[in-house]
């Protein structure tokens, strides 16, 4: 599907995570993404740890997470507070059909650079906003993170064992997700555009997009039943929906929730074959110490060799290291690697396009001229916008 999105160009304004991940996918799925970076800082995930050092002369170390995030783009250094690097933008405009910003709600309008007098320039263009709270409301102009969204979205409250804190979750949910809705709004809003021929405004807020995660416990929610954290059926409240610590000090998950799964185990482990463990109350508590005590009685090993035996829905907590040598993500092909001014980078696939990387990772500003060009700069312009301090 690396040529789904052929011809489609965007134009990334956004830094950090959530924007550069949309972007990402829509670069994967074939989409020409030129990504406009601060004049001075650039991105600023390029300048956060781990730090990639390059064996080429002149090529900046950069983030690990950066270059995971960036492949397939071109970078352009505008100064977006500066008249002429306004203009600059105002003069690219017509040759996207995207445009992905990440700022807070009123911060184009300051600079000049309305949903408005974008649409105006160019009236085909999808426009999409991505931001914590969304463009309206009265916590549009808040500041947040990741955490911040999930707490307000009620996810943060449905995370993390019974009787303690709510858990913030080891990965940016609210980031990639708030990713993954402005992706699925912008492939919307140009379908539509290829009936109406008009562009529009895709509003995306990572409060929002959270709470499809949550669907579950809200449908409970909504049926009259206020969720308990960690003591629902999926939550940890049953022994057979759980996570143990095996022999060796590694973890296994336990996902039996159908009657067959569950019986499959139970008689595998000598347990009595009836519903008990999937079935909410009391009696929980002691059922899941027994099945705690069975699998710290073996190695990870010996219950990988098991749930290859009993068709129980059981499977090794991976640590993040372990994952390039799992045989299955190896078969398909989750992990490749790409040429680059900093080596060979190991790149994760995204699921439904190829194992691909048309271009590395830019360095900060590679293209800038290149971009300005298209737009029908010459050399005398590009030079007043250096002077200028516009670009970089």
Same mark, same amino acid.
């Given at each position: 599907?690396?040529? #789904?999105?052929?011809?489609?160009?965007?134009?990334?304004?956004?830094?950090?995570?959530?924007?550069?991940?949309?972007?990402?996918?829509?670069?994967?799925?074939?989409?020409?993404?030129?990504?406009?970076?601060?004049?001075?800082?650039?991105?600023?995930?390029?300048?956060?740890?781990?730090?990639?050092?390059?064996?080429?002369?002149?090529?900046?170390?950069?983030?690990?997470? %950066?270059?995971?995030?960036?492949?397939?783009?071109?970078? #352009?250094?505008?100064?977006?507070?500066?008249?002429?690097?306004?203009?600059?933008?105002?003069?690219?405009?017509?040759?996207?059909?995207?445009?992905?910003?990440?700022? $807070?709600?009123?911060?184009?309008?300051?600079?000049?650079?309305?949903?408005?007098?974008?649409?105006?320039?160019?009236?085909?263009?999808?426009?999409?906003?991505?931001?914590?709270?969304?463009?309206?409301?009265?916590?549009?102009?808040?500041?947040?993170?990741?955490?911040?969204?999930?707490?307000?979205?009620?996810?943060?409250?449905?995370?993390?064992?019974?009787?303690?804190?709510?858990?913030?979750?080891?990965?940016?949910?609210?980031?990639?997700?708030?990713?993954?809705?402005?992706?699925?709004?912008?492939?919307?809003?140009?379908?539509? $555009?290829?009936?109406?021929?008009?562009?529009?405004?895709?509003?995306?807020?990572?409060?929002?997009?959270?709470?499809?995660?949550?669907?579950?416990?809200?449908?409970?929610?909504?049926?009259?039943?206020?969720?308990?954290?960690?003591?629902?059926?999926?939550?940890?409240?049953?022994?057979?929906?759980?996570?143990?610590?095996?022999?060796?000090?590694? %973890?296994?998950?336990?996902?039996?929730?159908?009657?067959?799964?569950?019986?499959? %185990?139970?008689?595998?482990?000598?347990?009595?074959?009836?519903?008990?463990?999937?079935?909410?109350?009391?009696?929980?508590?002691?059922?899941?110490?027994?099945?705690?005590?069975?699998?710290?009685?073996?190695? $990870?090993?010996?219950?990988?060799? %098991?749930?290859?035996?009993?068709?129980?829905?059981?499977?090794?907590?991976?640590?993040?290291?372990?994952?390039?040598?799992?045989?299955?993500?190896? #078969?398909?092909?989750?992990?490749?690697?790409?040429?680059?001014?900093?080596?060979?980078?190991?790149?994760?696939?995204?699921?439904?396009?190829?194992?691909?990387?048309?271009?590395?990772?830019?360095?900060?500003?590679?293209?800038?001229?290149?971009?300005?060009?298209?737009?029908?700069?010459?050399?005398?312009?590009?030079?007043?916008?250096?002077?200028?301090?516009?670009?970089?």
């Amino acid at each position: 599907m690396q040529s #789904a999105l052929a011809g489609i160009r965007v134009l990334d304004l956004s830094r950090l995570l959530p924007g550069p991940f949309a972007s990402l996918v829509l670069a994967d799925l074939g989409a020409e993404v030129d990504k406009l970076e601060d004049a001075e800082a650039g991105d600023y995930l390029r300048h956060m740890p781990p730090q990639v050092a390059s064996p080429t002369p002149g090529v900046e170390a950069t983030s690990a997470i %950066f270059l995971a995030l960036n492949r397939n783009k071109r970078s #352009a250094c505008v100064d977006l507070k500066k008249p002429e690097g306004r203009e600059a933008l105002l003069r690219l405009l017509p040759r996207y059909d995207v445009v992905l910003e990440q700022f $807070r709600p009123k911060v184009m309008d300051r600079l000049g650079l309305s949903h408005e007098a974008l649409l105006e320039k160019n009236p085909r263009l999808v426009v999409c906003a991505l931001t914590g709270y969304g463009q309206t409301g009265p916590l549009a102009l808040r500041a947040g993170h990741d955490i911040d969204y999930l707490a307000r979205a009620g996810i943060l409250g449905f995370h993390g064992p019974a009787g303690a804190p709510p858990q913030p979750p080891g990965f940016q949910l609210a980031d990639v997700s708030g990713g993954l809705w402005s992706v699925i709004g912008i492939l919307a809003a140009l379908a539509e $555009r290829a009936r109406t021929g008009k562009g529009k405004v895709v509003d995306v807020s990572m409060t929002e997009a959270s709470m499809g995660f949550g669907i579950a416990s809200l449908g409970m929610l909504f049926g009259g039943t206020t969720p308990a954290r960690g003591d629902e059926p999926i939550t940890g409240g049953i022994a057979a929906y759980n996570t143990y610590a095996t022999k060796d000090g590694k %973890f296994m998950a336990l996902g039996a929730l159908e009657p067959k799964f569950w019986l499959a %185990f139970a008689t595998g482990v000598g347990l009595p074959a009836d519903m008990s463990g999937i079935v909410p109350g009391p009696h929980q508590a002691e059922l899941k110490q027994k099945v705690a005590e069975i699998f710290a009685s073996r190695t $990870r090993a010996e219950w990988e060799a %098991f749930a290859g035996e009993r068709d129980c829905c059981l499977e090794p907590v991976l640590e993040p290291g372990e994952l390039a040598s799992d045989a299955h993500l190896a #078969a398909r092909g989750v992990f490749f690697e790409a040429e680059s001014p900093w080596g060979k980078l190991r790149q994760l696939k995204l699921p439904i396009a190829d194992a691909t990387a048309r271009m590395p990772p830019p360095q900060q500003g590679e293209h800038t001229e290149a971009i300005l060009r298209e737009a029908g700069y010459d050399d005398e312009g590009i030079a007043k916008l250096r002077a200028a301090g516009a670009i970089r």
